[in-house]
């Protein structure tokens, strides 16, 4: 990003990438003193204390300098680029930790560039939840079982957690993913939005051009890689096939609710684009008419 189009991202985004740069920076030179400086009493202490002292000092300087919003969307992007670096520190291990370290580097970008994205395309819908951090209690609960499950396999298996080469396939995918999905929300802009719109804006248009003319829903399809990358890289077995199983459920149903929506906002033109374009998901038809009708018209939204 240059600085003119730097200039031209909403205060909001600004702040976001300034402390994020800001906390990545700080944090990297702390984690990384030791491997640059050899390890004594003194760095051992700057390395694994000194992060976390620097983020409450950061928190502090932070609230009193900003308010409100301001503050929010600085302290999550401040949070975001200590887990960043956090990540980066334990990618350079020779055990699991290093699966580990790519995985909280996956996580940290994916929630800030949704922010980001959105601040980008749609910065009129911009709002603490584009982070998305907050996203369901469903979510949390599948993050913490990932986390869990790492930390049981790794104790008792940690042979398990050095497959490196296919925690590298599962970084592969969620790139990918990643790639994909915010692909989609530059190519949509303002039609695109985090929660199924059931009231049609009078500038909402129907986007089928760019990566919309590959897949109906190149936004999802990249989720759901990036979902099940997520867990290639942590290498868990066991919520590999949960989570393929739990987003595939989930955006069977999202789909299905959101193009009532769209059929009801776009009639035969959208009908028309369901014959000429599949959703992208696997063995996910979505709302087509005449065929399932039999699901309920029930509201999905993140």
Same mark, same amino acid.
């Given at each position: 990003?240059?600085?003119l189009t730097f200039r031209k ?25 030791? /491997? ?6 003194? $760095?051992? #202490? ?5 992060? +976390? ?37 334990? @990618? ?21 560039? =949704?922010?980001?994205?959105? @601040? ?10 584009? *982070? ?12 913490? #079982?990932?986390?869990?499950?790492? #930390?049981?396999?790794?104790? *008792? ?20 993913? =990643?790639?994909?999905?915010?692909? +989609?929300?530059? /190519? @949509?802009? /303002? ?22 003319? $590959? ?15 997520t867990q290639i890289t942590l $290498? ?7 989570? #393929? ?7 069977? =149903? ?8 769209? $059929? ?27 065929v399932n009708q039999d699901l ?7």
């Amino acid at each position: 990003m240059d600085l003119l189009t730097f200039r031209k991202v909403c205060p909001a985004g600004r702040q976001a990438m300034g402390c994020f740069l800001i906390s990545l920076l700080t944090f990297s030179v702390s984690l990384f003193s030791g /491997t640059s400086l050899g390890y004594t009493s003194e $760095l051992w #202490a700057l390395t694994y204390w000194g992060p +976390a002292l620097y983020f409450c000092l950061f928190n502090f300087i932070l609230r009193y300098c900003y308010k409100g919003f301001t503050y929010e969307v600085s302290v999550r992007s401040a949070f975001l680029g200590a887990v960043f670096a956090t990540g980066m520190y334990l @990618a350079t291990f020779e055990n699991g930790y290093s699966v580990f370290g790519l995985y909280m580097m996956i996580l940290s970008m994916f929630h800030f560039s =949704e922010f980001m994205a959105v @601040a980008l395309t749609n910065p009129r819908t911009l709002t603490i939840d584009s *982070f998305i951090l907050n996203h369901s209690l469903q979510y949390g609960l599948a993050a913490v #079982a990932s986390w869990t499950e790492w #930390a049981i396999e790794f104790y *008792f298996f940690p042979d398990l957690k050095t497959h490196f080469w296919l925690s590298c396939v599962g970084v592969a995918m969620c790139i990918g993913g =990643e790639i994909l999905r915010k692909s +989609a929300m530059f /190519t @949509a802009k /303002t039609n695109f939005n985090h929660t199924v719109q059931f009231v049609k804006r009078p500038d909402h248009e129907l986007v089928t051009h760019g990566v919309y003319a $590959l897949c109906r829903h190149p936004s999802y399809v990249g989720w759901f890689y990036w979902s099940v990358g997520t867990q290639i890289t942590l $290498l868990n077995p066991v919520c590999l096939v949960v989570y #393929a199983l739990a987003s595939w459920t989930f955006f069977r =149903e999202r789909v299905y609710a959101e193009e009532l929506t769209l $059929l009801s906002f776009f009639g035969e033109k959208y009908a028309a684009y369901q014959r000429a374009v599949g959703t992208g998901l696997p063995a996910i038809r979505g709302c087509v008419p005449g065929v399932n009708q039999d699901l309920k018209d029930d509201h999905w939204s993140y």
